[in-house]
């Protein structure tokens, strides 16, 4: 409860510091909406119309001191471009992108201890040789040539996966819309028919993004986990003849927390990075919703992305603090 605490009195100025940074830098960036809005023949009265009435005409100051009151009040505002509350859009669209991401990361954690893990305790030999090449190569892909060339390996060549239309294709089995990821509503609403083309249409960006951020995991483990088999305590457990699972089940546990850490940073990341993996697929979530926004200059929904993946990657680093208590009961928060 004290660490909650803490945590909790630290993010009011960290959330602060985000709100008053993003609301000067979309301000100041070229461009104002109402020319957009207006089109590129519009009069000089018409933009100035627009401009009152999305208020960017008023002061720096007055314009952050209504947006600040607004947060307080829990209103990020109104997209300029959809006319919906940007708190509305951004629940219909972060459940898909967390979904991806979060499913994403596990499978990345999985694949990436198990092979960093592996290389190490086959160090310098040809297991390890081949993992730390693969992760090299695989770190030099971009993340939406993967993507498109699973699709073209799946989609088009095989035809074992659906294609890259979004979350569900129009033929699929309607799923009742819960929490906004299809993969959750299909298993909330008991709907097996839904769930599997969900899943279906989710494997691919699962996948793309699980295999890039794999391989740096596996070679932060490998190096992790080399360092803990040279440590004093493995070589003197081996001295007493403690089995060899025994002192490398030891070591795995020793160097997770630097790939915990790890992984909260790459969650923190992927929430604005999976963009082009969203539009490679068509995922319709919260990352490719911001890059609309900010590609629009549409100042509520970037400014209101950017403070919800604030309280987000606040929430997970006290995640990541909390488990490495569980890990090591050493480090004392």
Known sequence: MLLLGRRLVLMAPILFGIITVTFIVTRIIPGDPAY??????????????????????RPIWDQYVDYLGGVVKLDLGDSIFTGNPVASDLGDRLPATLFLVATALAFALIVGIATGAFAARRRNKLGDQSVRATSFFVLSLPDFWLGLLLLYVFFFRLGWAPPPIGQLGPNDPEVDFISGAAVIDAILSGNPAGLKAAVGHAALPILTLGIIYAAPIARLTRSAMVESLSADY????????????????????????????????????LIGGAVLVETVFSWGGAASYAANAIKQNDFPATQGFVLISGVISVVVFLIVDLLYVAIDPRVKL
């Open 234 to 269: 493995i070589q003197f457990g081996r001295a007493c003849g403690l089995p060899s699972f025994t002192l490398w089940r030891y070591a795995v546990r020793s160097s997770l927390p630097p790939v915990i850490t790890f992984a909260g940073i790459l969650f923190s990341v």
């Open 36 to 57: 957009q809005i207006a089109g590129p023949f519009a009069g000089t009265d018409l933009v100035l119309e627009i401009q009152e009435q999305l208020g960017t005409n």
